[in-house]
C-alpha cells in the first residue's frame, strides 16, 4: 500500500518563497507519478501538474505553468511544489496524489497542506 | 484541453433515495480514463468509480458508473448518511468536473 505525508500547514506573506513537499513510502514509489492538486476554500478540485519519481519527468496544467514548480527527489521518494513569490491567491489547500497507471487515476491521497498567503 | 460539466451543481435528496449524478465532457474521451471521487468536509478525495464502471477497493456496491456518448453518470442506488458529500468527476490524470454536492433534503 502506498502512503503519502505531506509537509504542515504554512503561513505566508505575499512576496515569499515556498516550498512543500509530499513523501511516499510503499512498495516500488520509485516508478510512479505523483500529481499536486489544488483546492481554494469552498471551490473544486484543480490539477496542477504531475511528476514522475524516477527521472522527474513533470507535466503541469497550462494554467500553473510559470507560477509554480515540480520537483523530486527519488533518493527519498519525495516530491516538491515550490513557489517564487507567492499571491494572496495563493491560499488554498493542496494535495499530492498518486497517479495510477490504471486509468490514471489518483487513488491514493495526501492528508493536505493548507496555505494561507496574507500580509 | 477536455472540460468536463457537472450537473447539478448541488442536489438535494433524503436517505434511501436513489441520487444520479452528470458528467459531460466537453469532446470524446475513452471511457478507460473516467473516475469519480468523493470528497467530505475536511479530508482528502477519496476514489469511488475508475475507468467509467469499476468500483475502487472498499466501495460499496451500491455506487455504480456509467456512461453514454460523452455523458457519464455516477449512481448511488440508496442514499446512507455517509454518502452525502461533495462528487468529482475527473479524466486521464487531468481535469476535474466542479463538483456536485448531495446534501440531505
Known amino acids: 500500500e502506498v502512503q503519502l505525508e505531506q509537509s504542515g500547514a504554512e503561513i505566508k506573506k505575499p512576496g515569499e518563497s515556498l516550498k512543500i513537499s509530499c513523501k511516499g513510502s510503499?512498495?516500488?514509489?520509485?516508478?510512479?507519478?505523483i500529481a499536486w492538486v489544488r483546492q481554494r476554500p469552498g471551490k473544486g478540485l484543480e490539477w496542477m501538474g504531475t511528476?514522475?519519481?524516477?527521472?522527474?519527468?513533470?507535466s503541469y496544467n497550462p494554467a500553473f505553468q510559470g507560477q509554480v514548480s515540480i520537483s523530486a527527489d527519488k533518493s527519498i521518494t519525495t516530491a516538491y511544489l515550490q513557489w517564487r513569490s507567492l499571491r494572496a491567491s495563493d491560499s488554498a489547500m493542496y494535495y499530492c496524489a498518486r497517479r495510477r497507471k490504471l486509468g490514471s487515476v489518483f487513488d491514493y491521497w495526501g492528508q493536505g497542506t493548507q496555505v494561507t498567503v496574507s500580509s | 484541453e477536455v472540460v468536463l460539466t457537472q450537473s447539478p451543481g448541488t442536489l438535494s435528496l433524503s436517505p434511501g433515495e436513489r441520487a444520479t449524478l452528470s458528467c459531460r465532457a466537453s469532446q470524446s474521451i475513452t471511457n478507460t480514463y473516467l473516475a469519480w471521487y468523493q470528497q467530505k468536509p475536511g479530508q482528502a478525495p477519496r476514489l469511488l468509480i475508475y475507468g467509467t464502471y469499476n468500483r475502487a477497493s472498499g466501495i460499496p456496491d451500491r455506487f455504480s458508473g456509467s456512461e453514454s456518448g460523452t455523458d457519464f453518470t455516477l449512481t448511488i442506488s440508496r442514499l446512507e448518511p455517509e454518502d452525502f458529500a461533495v462528487y468529482y468527476c475527473?479524466?486521464?490524470?487531468?481535469?476535474f468536473g466542479q463538483g456536485t454536492k448531495v446534501e440531505i433534503k
Open positions: 475527473h479524466q486521464y490524470g487531468r481535469t
Open positions: 510503499g512498495d516500488r514509489l520509485i516508478t510512479e507519478w
Open positions: 511528476i514522475y519519481l524516477g527521472d522527474s519527468d513533470t
